[in-house]
């Protein structure tokens, strides 16, 4: 069993940064790919980014590409999601999912076995 808890979202006003923090505890020696999704009212979760186990490789959804940053801590399960010039479309749950079994770079929710809870980014102003 893999727990992923989520947080560091807050109310930020447009134009603003923000930067939310992912943490995956499971069996000792496991590393797992991790992504972010988000889902804002009324709409489906949309891929955000996603981050190899080694850190290496990283993948963005088109509507955050060259804004947000996906990082992790070295090879261990904690992952952040840098956010700079929010605007208001930003707005919405985002959560922290870890891929134990499929390969990194998913941009599909099926891709991930382990999801947190989820933490609100609300951007207005």
């Known amino acids: 069993q893999v727990q992923v808890v989520e947080s560091g979202g807050r109310l930020v006003r447009p134009g603003g940064s923000l930067t939310l923090h992912c943490t995956a505890s499971?069996?000792?020696?496991?590393?797992?790919?991790m992504g972010w999704f988000r889902q804002a009212p009324g709409y489906e979760r949309e891929f955000v980014a996603a981050i190899s186990w080694s850190g290496d490789t990283t993948y963005y959804g088109d509507s955050v590409k060259g804004r947000f940053t996906i990082s992790r801590d070295g090879a261990k399960n904690t992952v952040y999601l840098q956010m700079n010039s929010l605007s208001v479309e930003d707005t919405g749950v985002y959560y922290c999912?870890?891929?134990?079994?499929?390969?990194?770079?998913?941009?599909?929710?099926?891709?991930?076995?382990?999801w947190g809870q989820g933490t609100q980014v609300t951007v207005s102003s």
């Open positions: 499971g069996p000792p020696g496991g590393t797992y790919a």
């Open positions: 999912a870890a891929a134990v079994f499929g390969p990194p770079g998913s941009r599909s929710e099926n891709g991930y076995d382990y």
